[in-house]
């Protein structure tokens, strides 16, 4: 039986720079992908905040940059999706969707989240097909049209922002009257708001979404007049949070709140429950949830496991 040093699963930020130490420390990783190679920050039409990139690339392009720079040690990259990981005799057993298995002495789970949707009728009807979680992917088909927002987070202003330069009106729903995002962003959006592109309905929840073939509008209630109306919109987008991707691990290894408990007491930061398994990125992350904070993570689960493998503690 062929068995790995350390699987990384996962190709965002933290299991691409987990694969990238690990693979500079001649351990020979295999990084498994997921079908859908490069984690949330393909979603991003631009980003500001990675050090170094000043010319503000968009997230796909600095995703693609990651996965060359991987290859160029030569990462063994499986391009599937985790269907289960188990014990196994000397280390684990990660079984893929394919029908094959990968062994390993070692994991590092970087599968990072997903977006949330609400699961209010006419969300099923017309998802996909109206509604979207990726305002970087679906924007374009609502050029000139009007598009609504929801939530209040660094996600839905920044993606409200985006698409008030694409479409003719942008609506921004939330359901409290502050923002949960960074001054700068607030900044910005209130100068969309006073220049009319974008309109504001501020503690309102969503209750449904309406339109016969195609979506028409999502209908709110404002929570201080408890009036209900129809924001009316060619497309709406939910930008109200993720869930943390360890569906595949089951109850393997112990989490909180959903996300991946780490126990740093074991002299291993990126350490989980089980000795061997090792978390990084979002996945294990509620608070900062930052494409440099997941890269960072991914370098220390690299260490951890360099230094496991190896017999010593860090
Ligand atoms: P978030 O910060 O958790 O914000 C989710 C928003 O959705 C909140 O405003 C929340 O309202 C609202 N919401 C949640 N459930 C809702 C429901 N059932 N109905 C209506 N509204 C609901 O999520 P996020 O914006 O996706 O950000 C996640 C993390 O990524 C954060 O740490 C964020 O800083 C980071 N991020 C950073 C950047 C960047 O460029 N720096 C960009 C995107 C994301 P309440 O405010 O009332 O709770």
């Known amino acids: ?73 030569s990462v063994r990259c499986v391009s599937d999706d985790v269907e289960s990981v188990a014990r196994a005799e000397d280390g684990f057993a990660i079984a893929l969707t394919d029908g094959s298995v990968i062994n390993a002495r070692a994991v590092i789970v970087a599968t990072g989240s997903s977006a949330r949707y609400l699961g209010l ?3 099923d009807r017309f998802r996909g097909g109206g509604i979207s979680a990726c305002a970087t992917c679906d924007g374009f088909f609502f050029r000139k049209k009007t598009v609504a927002v929801i939530g209040g987070g660094n996600t839905a202003v920044t993606d409200a922002l985006y698409l008030s330069n694409l479409a ?16 700068i962003l607030t900044d910005k959006l209130y100068q969309a708001v006073e220049s009319g592109k974008i309109r504001l309905h501020l503690s309102c929840v969503p209750l449904s979404f309406e339109g016969r073939e195609v979506l028409e509008g999502v209908r709110i209630r404002d929570l201080k007049t ?54 990084a990125g979002d996945v294990a992350d509620h608070r900062y949830q930052q494409a440099i904070v997941a890269a960072g993570a991914g370098c220390r689960a690299a260490l951890d496991v360099e230094a496991f493998l190896g017999g010593r503690t860090v």
């Open 1 to 73: 039986m062929e068995i790995s040093n350390v699987a990384v699963i996962g190709s965002g930020p933290a299991g691409y720079t987990a694969a990238l130490y690990t693979a500079r420390a001649n351990l020979d990783p295999v990084l498994i992908t997921g079908l859908s190679q490069g984690g949330q920050l393909t979603q991003s039409s631009s980003v500001e905040n990675w050090p170094g990139a000043s010319d503000f690339p968009s997230g796909l392009d600095l995703m693609e940059s990651m996965r060359l720079h991987v290859e160029k040690f």
């Open 121 to 123: 009728p006419g969300e």
């Open 226 to 279: 408890q009036e209900e109306s129809l924001v009316a919109a060619d497309g709406v987008f939910e930008a109200i949070g993720h869930d943390p991707n360890t569906g595949f691990l089951g109850d393997l290894v112990e989490t909180d709140g959903g996300y991946i408990r780490l126990h740093p007491e074991t002299g291993f930061s990126t350490a989980t429950s089980v000795t061997g398994i090792f978390a």
């Open 168 to 183: 003719a009106q942008t609506h921004l729903i939330h359901r409290r009257d502050e923002f949960r995002c960074e001054k």
